[in-house]
Nanobody
Framework: QVQLVESGGGLVQAGGSLRLSCAAS????????MGWFRQAPGKEREFVAA????????NYDDSVKGRFTISRDDAKNTVSLQMNNLKPEDTAVYYC???????????????????WGQGTQVTVSS
């Protein structure tokens, strides 16, 4: 099992930037797809971005394309989400997650992720 801890959330004005980090401990996340999801108040958790085990493939929800960038550093066991040009509708708790299956394919389905962090709050004011 892998333990995931998110950090970097906070309060920012619309148009600002934040960088979220997810640190993995325990069983390594190397060779696993990693993803970011978010859950806004009163809404279901939704996909944000994912990165392949090699780092060579990324996938984004249409709502964040061109604004968010996911990256990974396997030497540091971290996955990051750079968020630029933030909008009030980006306000949510952000979770990182590890997909099941060694060297699996990038996926936007949260049912395919079995390890989750506790989440970090991102609030964007207008």
């Amino acid at each position: 099992q892998v333990q995931l801890v998110e950090s970097g959330g906070g309060l920012v004005q619309a148009g600002g930037s934040l960088r979220l980090s997810c640190a993995a401990s325990g069983r390594t996340f190397r060779s696993y797809v990693m993803g970011w999801f978010r859950q806004a108040p009163g809404k279901e958790r939704e996909f944000v971005a994912a990165i392949s085990w090699s780092g060579g493939t990324t996938n984004y929800d249409d709502s964040v394309k061109g604004r968010f960038t996911i990256s990974r550093d396997d030497a540091k066991n971290t996955v990051s989400l750079q968020m630029n040009n933030l909008k009030p509708e980006d306000t949510a708790v952000y979770y990182c997650a590890r997909r099941v299956g060694w060297r699996g394919a990038v996926s936007a389905s949260q049912r395919e992720y079995d390890s989750w962090g506790q989440g970090t709050q991102v609030t964007v004011s207008s």
